[in-house]
């Protein structure tokens, strides 16, 4: 994978060097990263840069809609997966220092109903532990309804746990993030996606949000799967769906799971680097203050000894060689997502792109390897 960085970053960062006005060199890095795009056959992708605490860098890149061949800008918006995690855990911290719950409580008293794991049947589970992924639960039965995990409702409840205690390992888990967007709207009293809206995007000035038909559909980003055999794109249609039946029968506290609080959040690249920003500066970003810089740096810490991981932000010295860098990523329905910052020099990445034929090295796709290392290149190193 180094040989591919360097094949792809260095030779494009000598021609941006060679000569040319700001304007040149622009040009010249999107001539580069269009080269990235075409390694990984990517339908299109939209980026930003963060240097100094700002935004200094958005552009997109490729199509939105491949049937119809209509090019992605800046604020169109995409489904960005599991970097809705932080959404998540940044509410629960506003509602922790709001003195509505702790992170210390029982995780099944705080949902509603028993939550423990069936070979420690005497150890709890903390709210804590569910942000971290260490709260050994698993989504091997799933994650979409808490029906599952509900030991009133599925005789197969033992089996949303894992073998070890809790507390002890580390397993990524989306069940537990779509438990605690129920805890969300029973400590505020608000439906999830419209707290989300109210206390962290509305604040901040930022378009998106969890609920589709709260969104204008012409700015989604139709989001494709890669087909190997066939060596092509087909669209995976779902990535959107409104769900209004289910909306329309929804129970406060219990189907939370519709909007997807561990994956669900649609946003623009643009705006998701103006949330990212008030990670890096601690809880505060344009005179505006979310949540405490205590809660921001509890964010940050790695709580599990196996794993480089807080609460919903991940640590990575591998993404940039070297380079120490905190924050999450995101894949589903073709999409793969992007969010990541250094806290202490104050820039950051984010790259979301609709579709790729993705390839792997360690935990990250090669596809957004190459793109995060090109733009630090050219606009920070």
């Known amino acids: 994978m180094k040989n591919l960085i360097v094949r792809l970053a260095i030779p494009a960062l000598l021609l941006l060097l060679i000569g040319g006005g700001a304007g040149a060199q622009e040009n010249k890095l999107e001539t580069a990263f269009d080269s990235v795009m075409q390694k990984f056959s990517a339908v299109g992708a939209s980026v930003a840069v963060i240097k100094d605490g700002k935004v200094i860098y958005n552009h997109s890149f490729g199509l939105k809609d491949l049937d119809r061949k209509i090019p992605l800008e800046n604020s169109d918006i995409f489904r960005i997966a599991s970097i809705s995690k932080s959404f998540s855990a940044t509410s629960i911290m506003q509602l922790v220092e709001a003195g509505k719950l702790s992170l210390d409580d029982d995780f099944g008293d705080l949902v509603g109903f028993k939550i423990r794991n069936p070979k420690y049947p005497d150890v709890k589970i903390t709210l804590k532990m569910a942000l971290s992924h260490t709260s050994s639960l698993n989504d091997s039965q799933g994650y979409l309804n808490l029906d599952l995990i509900n030991p009133a409702k599925n005789a197969d409840w033992a089996k949303c746990y894992n073998e070890y205690e809790p507390g002890t390992k580390f397993n990524y888990c989306n069940l537990n993030f779509n438990l605690i967007g129920t805890i969300i709207e029973k400590k505020s009293g608000e439906r999830f996606d419209a707290y989300v809206k109210s206390h962290i995007l509305k604040p901040l000035g930022l378009y998106g949000g969890y609920c589709i038909d709260s969104l ?7 989001l494709y799967e890669y087909q190997p055999v066939a060596k092509s794109f087909t669209e995976a249609t779902s990535a959107y769906a409104p769900r209004r039946t289910e909306i329309g029968n929804y ?19 643009g705006d998701l680097a103006r949330y990212m920003v008030m990670h890096m500066n601690y809880g505060k970003t344009g005179g505006v203050r979310l ?24 640590g990575t010295k591998t993404l940039i060689p070297n380079i120490s860098l905190i924050g999450h990523t995101g894949s589903a329905y073709g999409l793969y997502s992007t969010m990541f910052f250094e806290p202490k020099r104050k820039f950051g990445f984010v790259i979301i792109t609709n579709g790729i034929n993705a390839t792997y090295t360690g935990d990250f796709p090669d596809f957004s390897r190459a793109a995060i290392n090109l733009l630090y290149n050219y606009f920070v190193k």
Do not use: N
């Not at 204008?216 to 139709?222: C, E, Q, T, Y």
């Not at 129970?251 to 690249?269: D, E, L, Q, R």
């Not at 790695?302 to 919903?312: F, H, K, N, R, T």
């Open 291 to 314: 949540i405490s810089r205590k809660s921001a740096r509890l964010m940050q810490t790695p709580l599990s000894a196996d794993e480089d991981y807080g609460l919903a932000l991940r």
């Open 216 to 222: 204008d559909s012409a700015r989604f980003v139709k």
């Open 251 to 269: 129970v406060m506290g219990y189907s939370t799971p519709i909007f997807s609080p561990t994956g669900g959040m649609k946003i623009s690249a």
